[in-house]
């Protein structure tokens, strides 16, 4: 199952590099997915976070490119580059857009993708059709697209309220929960990081004590602690509503330290980047 592409429908700005089939993957769509691969690739030399902006839609271009033209049967490609896309214009959302519509339809893309990637395992509709859509979920296998397919549907709810409320949460909450049971370490402890913040945002759907929030936060910052996303939503989404200045004031200092470092600021470049200018603003926003 191919995802429904709106992004190239409803974002100017992706229509403008990826809108259709990449002429390149035509004729060899293992290429244009290597190709892509390195476009993707945020570690090898130096980063540059505005500049990256066009290597991640150069990046979806080609994937949508090669999904085009990848026979059926490739069906472990196929996972890959749709694992690959949903994480991708779930990072071009978070990172550079900024109309609500584009963010939006964004999301939306990256959902789509990862639950083709989900559906490409037989077992997940046949769970699906005995036991309802959080089943097959539960019991689905590759981390990378149950992930992103959690990150995407619980950013695109943001804009479906009435989808949240019905159930889109708890969907969300099941993919974090399944995958930290498939992975803890995914993703620089991901999983911890994920269900940490939805936890202390929505405790009281799906049914958690908002105290949660604070052990995975902790145990994803045990697992990987140059990810600075962590410390920054630890600050702001639970220690702030506990009231604890202490804590906060620790968390974002560290963060703030952790920031001149370079070799931390690398372990994982795109979000560090993200996490450092989230902790500058809480620092200000802090201040007397």
């Given amino acids: 199952m191919k995802p429904v592409g709106l992004a190239v429908l409803l974002i100017a700005g992706i229509t403008a590099c990826c809108g ?3 002429t390149r993957a035509l004729d060899d769509p293992a290429a244009a997915i290597a190709e892509a691969e390195g476009h993707f690739d945020r570690w090898s030399g130096s980063f540059d976070f505005e500049s990256y902006e066009a290597s991640l839609r150069e990046a979806i271009a ?11 049967s490739e069906i472990q490609t196929r996972a890959r580059v749709l694992d690959r896309l949903a994480q991708a214009y779930f990072e071009l959302a978070e990172g550079y857009l900024v109309e609500s519509r584009d963010k939006e339809a964004a999301y939306e893309a990256g959902k789509d993708a990862a639950l083709a990637s989900l559906r490409l395992d037989p077992a997940f509709d046949e769970t699906e059709a005995k036991s309802g859509f959080r089943a097959a979920l539960r019991s689905a296998n590759d981390v990378e697209a149950i992930f992103w397919y959690g990150n995407t549907l619980g950013q695109w709810l943001n804009y479906h309220k009435l989808t949240a409320i019905m159930g889109g949460v708890k969907d969300v909450a099941a993919s974090f929960e399944r995958s930290l049971e498939l992975d803890e370490t995914y993703d620089g402890a ?3 990081r994920a269900l940490a913040s939805l936890i202390a945002q929505a405790h009281f759907v799906i049914g958690r004590s908002r105290d949660d929030a604070a052990f995975h936060f902790e145990r994803c910052i045990e697992l990987a602690p140059n990810h600075l996303e962590a410390y920054v939503s630890y600050a702001d ?3 702030r509503a506990v009231r604890d200045q202490d804590l906060f004031d620790r968390l974002i200092g560290a963060v703030l ?7 931390v600021v690398g372990a994982f470049p795109f979000y560090n980047a993200l996490a450092i200018e989230r902790a500058r603003r809480l620092a200000e926003d802090e201040s007397p």
């Fill in 20 to 22: 259709g089939t990449d």
């Fill in 190 to 192: 991901g999983p911890h």
């Fill in 257 to 263: 330290e952790m920031a001149e470092d370079p070799s």
């Fill in 62 to 72: 080609l994937w949508e490119g090669a999904l085009d033209v990848l026979p059926e």
């Fill in 237 to 239: 989404r639970y220690v």
